[in-house]
């Protein structure tokens, strides 16, 4: 099985891959979870639009919507399962 920081290193990797424009926002680690079966990782990656440096108001906040993505790593190669939204619940 591939360490955690294996894993996230070739989550990025292929959040720039698939989508180079959310990695492009430079997206932060929200969690990192191990499958109950230990075959995957998922890591959710979190971004906001770089239109709005810092959120002032509510509105500002509103204006500029947190982004999510979960990227799903086979534990034992680190092979790509998935990059997919979040589910909402």
Not at 8 to 13: G, P, Q
Not at 57 to 66: E, Y
């Amino acid at each position: 099985m591939l360490a955690p920081n294996e894993v996230l290193v070739k989550a990025r990797v292929y959040l720039g891959e698939v989508i180079p424009e959310f990695a492009e926002l430079e997206p932060k680690v929200e969690e990192m979870v191990l499958a109950h079966d230990s075959s995957a990782w998922n890591i959710t990656f979190y971004a906001r639009s770089k239109n709005i440096s810092k959120p002032e108001t509510v509105a500002d906040m509103l204006s500029n919507p947190r982004i999510e993505k979960v990227v799903s790593v086979a534990a034992n190669d680190g092979a790509l399962i998935a990059v997919r939204n979040p589910a909402p619940f």
